[in-house]
């Protein structure tokens, strides 16, 4: 067993294998959680290259790029939102975990065993399965996984488009592997399902052949995606698309995907496509009489609604025709080319902040998440052509120059310093 010490750097060929899963027990088992490097933060460069890949690829098939400036930021924005709790503590999946394993397991597994690193691989896989389908079935948590759908076209970036507190429910489905698990080899197969997601989210692959029995490919993700009938409540798989073919929940892409949620919410406001289906469930649980019934708007199916069955009428869901047309942004192309360079310049900032928070105080922490959130709203409603964009952004511009006159901010190009200073 290699030392664990030796594994806090990711190579860039470790960094390519991790986004598919094929990663070797020995390079990744790790004594204490500590020790466990955090991927999904190395991960960002790879993001990038792969989305990169993929333009390319659409283009010279097609002829245009795999999906629209404005549906990419707000996925890439809705990315950043999910992460921003992490700058000032440990995710909840960890945290809980560790809380269970250090007061109630069973028996410990030892860490640096082959067979509990597969064993973990299949365990945490399994979780994934039966959070991801609950998230589908029961309301309250369908109110925060929705985000992720909300998407109306289907690329890399969609894979980025996360919910802010979906991880306030998915910890429960793991938590029983606390019981023999460590965290430090859990903390890795959370980090390599997630990761192993990300190419799976795009249209440039086609059939994998013999692979599509075991594996979840894009094919079977993009039947996940679609909001065709046959598409609802379909290929709930991680990593392994067994699990669906074992629980009766497989459905093979056939017909033309149309992708999005069934009724499409029309927005590139981050907030409003994080929070939107909260607010939604608050007006229903009070408009809806009886006590048993409302306790039934909050965990029962997304379709739900007295005397239907406990998931909904498929009949109701909408009828697609293949010739439905994408809300997109009125904005001008300058101003999406605006948008993109006012993201690109706040991604290098998060990137930066990431990487200095433990050297940052706790106070230009949150005034940097608070500039984070404002430019991210900002450009939703720049994207979104809302009567008070204009507003927002001269706002966000002097609060930049606000944080950075007082040592909070600092511009990525030093010879703008001076600039700064006059202004």
């Given at each position: 067993m290699k030392n664990p010490e030796a594994q806090q750097d990711v190579s860039v060929s470790q960094g390519i294998r991790v986004m598919f899963y094929m990663m070797k027990p020995n390079e990744t088992s790790f004594r204490t959680l500590e020790e466990v490097p955090d991927y999904v933060k190395k991960a960002t460069p790879f993001f990038i290259s792969l989305m990169l890949l993929e333009l390319a690829v659409s283009w010279i098939r097609k002829g245009k790029p795999p999906g629209r400036v404005d549906d990419s930021l707000t996925s890439m924005s809705a990315g950043i939102l999910s992460r921003l709790p992490r700058l000032f503590s440990r995710s909840i999946e960890l945290t809980s975990y560790v809380y269970i394993w250090e007061n109630y397991r069973l028996i410990g597994l030892p860490w640096d065993s082959p067979w509990t690193w597969y064993l973990t691989f299949l365990a945490v896989d399994f979780g994934y399965y039966w959070f991801h389908r609950m998230a589908h079935e029961v309301n309250i948590m369908w109110a925060g996984h929705q985000t992720h759908h909300s998407s109306e076209d289907y690329n890399l970036s969609t894979a980025l488009r996360q919910s802010v507190f979906q991880v306030y429910t998915s910890w429960i489905f793991y938590s029983p592997l606390a019981l023999f698990i460590p965290p430090s080899v859990y903390a890795v197969h959370l980090q390599f399902n997630l990761l192993y997601q990300f190419w799976i989210h795009t249209e440039v692959i086609?059939?994998?052949?013999?692979?599509?029995?075991?594996?979840?490919?894009?094919?079977?993700?993009?039947?996940?995606?679609?909001?065709?009938?046959?598409?609802?409540?379909?290929?709930?798989?991680?990593?392994?698309?067994?699990?669906?073919?074992?629980?009766?929940?497989?459905?093979?892409?056939?017909?033309?995907?149309?992708?999005?949620?069934?009724?499409?919410?029309?927005?590139?406001?981050?907030?409003?496509v994080q929070f939107h289906y909260l607010i939604y469930i608050w007006t229903t649980f009070w408009a809806t009489p009886g006590f048993f019934n409302k306790f039934s708007v909050i965990f029962k199916g997304p379709g739900w609604s007295p005397g239907k069955p406990r998931l909904g009428l498929s009949e109701e869901i909408p009828?697609?025709?293949?010739?439905?047309?994408?809300?997109?942004?009125?904005?001008?192309?300058?101003?999406?080319?605006?948008?993109?360079?006012?993201?690109?310049?706040?991604?290098?900032?998060?990137?930066?902040?990431?990487?200095?928070?433990?050297?940052?105080?706790?106070?230009?922490?949150?005034?940097?998440?608070?500039?984070?959130?404002?430019?991210?709203?900002?450009?939703?409603?720049?994207?979104?052509?809302?009567?008070?964009?204009?507003?927002?952004?001269t706002l966000r511009c002097l609060v930049f120059l606000t944080l950075w006159r007082f040592g909070h901010l600092k511009p990525f190009i030093p010879s703008l310093s001076l600039a700064f200073e006059i202004s």
């Open positions: 086609g059939n994998l052949g013999p692979l599509e029995l075991i594996l979840n490919t894009p094919s079977h993700h993009r039947v996940h995606h679609g909001r065709n009938r046959y598409c609802i409540d379909k290929n709930y798989a991680g990593t392994l698309i067994i699990w669906d073919r074992i629980f009766g929940t497989f459905e093979a892409e056939s017909e033309k995907v149309v992708y999005g949620l069934t009724h499409p919410i029309n927005t590139f406001e981050p907030f409003k009828e697609v025709t293949g010739k439905e047309v994408p809300f997109s942004s009125l904005a001008s192309q300058l101003l999406k080319i605006y948008a993109v360079v006012q993201f690109a310049l706040l991604l290098a900032f998060y990137e930066d902040t990431f990487a200095d928070k433990a050297a940052l105080s706790q106070v230009t922490l949150l005034l940097r998440v608070c500039f984070i959130l404002l430019t991210l709203t900002s450009i939703g409603l720049l994207l979104d052509q809302r009567p008070k964009a204009a507003l927002v952004e």
